[in-house]
Each structure stands twice: as structure tokens, then as C-alpha cells.
């Protein structure tokens, strides 16, 4: 798809514009949310013409389960950010990942995962694909763990980069690369990038997966995810199962993500620089173990993120002496970090993670084999909130911990 523009900044105002009435030469600058249950057509030529292009994987408006001019709209800016050929709208980041890989794996499939991913993708292979024949193997995201794992029948390698929680930067570039090679599908979590500061598409990912409830809707008042294909070979698998699956995204909350992320850079830059003097304060502190946020120029993943980032986000984590009790008394303490799990919003965010969650990332292991003494580990979505006050609001709680 050509873009609208070379600067993504420009894309983000003028991707998916509503058209201008060629009878009248005049037009909203803000699309309206289109919405229906039923497609009309012309004649039954029409209707025959549109039922054969999407058969064919085409983006074609046959009924209002498919989405109308907003999803449209929509799948057409999230594909130029991400620099894909079609984009397949869910009513969740989770959905849009359970819909891509329902649509890639076939029972008898396996397929190698990062065990840095986001956890409810463990739990979908669990209940879900486990039960239709599917197998999957989480495993550390580097060449020699994967080829250990390899099997003939594997068909795919899922990640995502940076990780879940201890933002690990994975060198996408040298793992599709060896993936190919093997003739696997990458599919990328690219919530974290959004389309903005990170592009698993050009590192040379086959299909990018994104909950726009993060940083493209950018208000914490919708739910939204969306698959994006960089070429026309899995377009036909994904579009048939979107389909088949029945997932409809209402019309509303297309139009508030359309909406949200006109300012995504902005905000995303703001949370962005937010976070790294967040860092600055937190890496002074003696309670502070590690600081985990590729920007950060003492993150192990920072010259990946120079590598490949052209910017960062307001996510990072924070290991700590703390124990799980001064942990919570912490988080408790804190007025201006709101406790939920959440991120990408306007509003700043803490949660404590469990040390459950953290032993099945091999990351984690390696760090506390290597010496890291911590206590507790906290997740912060850095919003944005004067950072003067967001400093004051942690050294009160640090206080009271």
C-alpha cells in the first residue's frame, strides 16, 4: 500500500481521511463512524462482483460484520505504519493474537515461542489450541534454544520484541532470518512499537499483531487489536478465518482508535521522554536492583533498541530489594500511579508482578543466576502527568515502603 506520506508524523494525520463528495467537492475532515448490519448492492452483478473479491481475500464491504468506511479507514492507517498490505481488526489485542494464530496452525502443526510474550498466550495454547491438536514449546528467543527445539513439524515462530514485562529487545532481524530458513512463519507482538517506533514488517516479520487498545487509542476507553500482513501470501488464510470467527469490532470504538491516533506520536514521545527521567530517579535509588527499559542506556537491549527503535514508549520495569509486603505497601502508597494492568493510556499505571510469572521467563532466570538479589518487581506505564509530580508521588511511596 503507497503511503500518504514519507514522515510517519504526516501519515498519522492524513492515513484514512474521509473522502471528499465528488458531487458536492466537500467532505468531513473527521470520518464519521459508519455503522450497519446490512450491505445494499446495486444489482446482482454487483453483489456477485463482491462476493468473488473477498473469496479472494480482498478488503470488499459484503456485510456489516466485515466493517464499513471506519474499519476501513482504520485498517488503512494501522497498514501504513506498519508498512503491511491488509490489516484485520479484532475486538482485542488478545483476539487479533488467537485469530492470527488460528489461521496460520493446523492440528499436527508445532510452533516455537518466545517465552517473553505476553501470558495469555500460554493460556490460549492451553485451553484452546492444545485441545485441537496444536503444540507449542516456550523457549528463550535465541538461535541455539530454538534450534534445539526445532521439530519437522514445525510451522511458525511467535514473538515479541521488546518482551512482556522485562522489555527484552530480541534481535528480530537474525531470528526471521533463521526462521525462513527453515521455512517458518514469524508472526511479532508489536503492541509495544504500535506502528510508531518499531516495525517488525521491515525487520523481516511475516504478519505484525497490535492491540490498538494501548498506544493507538491512547484514552483507555476502548478494546481493539489488529493483524497486519506484509504480503499477499497469508492474506487469503487470514482473511477466511477473520471471517469464519465472527468477530465483530463496532464502529464506535474503530472510530475513537481513528481518533486516538492522530496524536500518537505526540503522546507516545511524551510518555516516552517521561519514562527515561523516571529511569534517571529510580537507577539513584539504593532500594533499586535493575532497571529494565531499552531506551535506557544501561538496559542490555539498548544498542538492539538503537538498532532497530527510532524512539520509545512510557513502559518499563523496575526490580527491587524490596520484599512482596514493602512491595504493596508501596504500590499502595502511590496516588498519582493508578494499580491496573494496563498501558498506552494518558494516565500513569504500577502493578506488582508475581514471582510465578517471572520464573517462566528464561530472561529473569539468568538474571538472578548471574546474581540479581530482588525482592519484588514492579511494571510502570509512565503516563502523561507533569513528571515532577510523578517523581514526588514514587519518592513518598519509596518513603513509606
Known amino acids: 500500500m503507497p503511503k500518504t506520506a514519507d514522515h510517519v508524523d504526516t501519515v ?5 481521511q474521509a473522502p471528499l463528495n465528488p458531487i458536492t467537492g466537500t467532505g468531513p475532515v473527521s470520518l464519521p463512524a459508519v455503522r450497519t448490519s446490512t450491505v445494499r448492492f446495486v444489482s446482482m452483478a454487483a453483489h456477485d462482483q463482491a462476493q468473488m473479491a473477498r473469496h479472494a481475500g480482498h478488503r470488499v464491504a459484503t456485510y456489516g460484520r466485515l466493517g464499513l468506511d471506519t474499519h476501513e479507514a482504520f485498517e488503512a492507517l494501522v497498514c501504513e505504519l506498519e508498512g503491511g498490505q491488509r490489516a484485520f481488526l479484532a475486538p482485542s489485542g488478545m483476539a487479533a493474537i488467537s485469530m492470527t494464530l488460528m489461521a496460520c496452525l493446523s492440528a499436527g502443526d508445532h510452533a516455537l515461542v518466545a517465552d517473553c510474550v505476553y501470558g495469555p498466550v500460554r ?3 492451553k485451553t484452546v489450541l492444545a485441545r485441537l491438536g496444536v503444540a507449542m514449546d516456550f523457549v528463550a528467543p535465541d538461535i541455539e534454544s530454538l534450534q534445539a527445539a526445532l521439530r519437522p513439524e514445525t510451522r511458525m515462530l511467535y514473538l515479541e520484541s521488546p518482551g512482556s514485562l522485562l522489555m527484552q529487545m530480541l534481535d528480530v532481524p537474525a531470528l526471521t532470518r533463521w526462521a525462513h530458513a527453515h521455512g517458518l512463519l514469524v508472526v511479532v507482538d508489536n503492541t509495544w512499537g504500535s506502528g510508531y517506533v518499531y516495525h517488525p ?8 499483531v497490535l492491540a490498538a487498545t494501548k498506544y493507538l487509542g491512547g484514552h483507555s476507553d476502548l478494546m481493539l487489536g489488529a493483524a497486519v500482513v506484509r504480503d499477499h501470501q497469508h492474506i487469503r488464510a487470514l482473511a477466511d478465518t477473520h471471517n469464519a470467527l465472527g468477530s465483530t469490532v ?5 472510530w475513537l482508535a481513528l481518533r486516538g491516533a492522530r ?3 505526540l503522546r507516545m514521545e511524551a510518555s516516552g521522554d517521561h519514562a527515561l527521567q523516571v529511569c534517571e530517579w529510580l537507577a539513584a535509588q539504593p532500594q533499586v536492583q535493575r532497571v529494565f527499559f531499552p531506551a535506557w542506556p544501561q538496559d542490555p537491549g539498548h544498542g538492539l533498541w538503537q538498532r532497530d527503535a527510532s524512539g520509545s514508549n512510557g513502559l518499563l520495569a523496575v526490580a527491587l530489594s524490596f520484599d512482596q509486603h514493602q512491595a504493596r505497601r508501596l504500590v499502595d502508597a502511590l496516588r498519582l500511579f493508578g494499580i491496573g ?3 498506552g493510556g494518558y494516565e500513569s499505571l ?4 508475581s514471582p510465578a510469572t517471572l520464573e517462566a521467563h528464561s530472561y529473569w532466570r539468568s538474571l538472578v543466576a548471574s546474581g540479581l538479589q530482588a525482592g519484588s518487581v514492579l ?6 502527568e507533569d513528571v515532577a509530580d510523578l517523581l514526588q508521588d514514587l519518592e513518598s511511596a519509596f518513603a513509606a515502603a
Open 12 to 16: 498519522l494525520q492524513h492515513a484514512g
Open 123 to 125: 493460556a490460549f495454547h
Open 201 to 208: 514488517l521491515a525487520l523481516g516479520a511475516d504478519i505484525s
Open 250 to 254: 463496532g464502529a464506535d470504538d474503530v
Open 263 to 265: 496524536t500518537l506520536g
Open 341 to 343: 494492568y494496563s498501558w
Open 350 to 353: 504500577v502493578s506488582l508482578v
Open 379 to 384: 511494571r510502570l506505564h509512565v503516563g502523561l
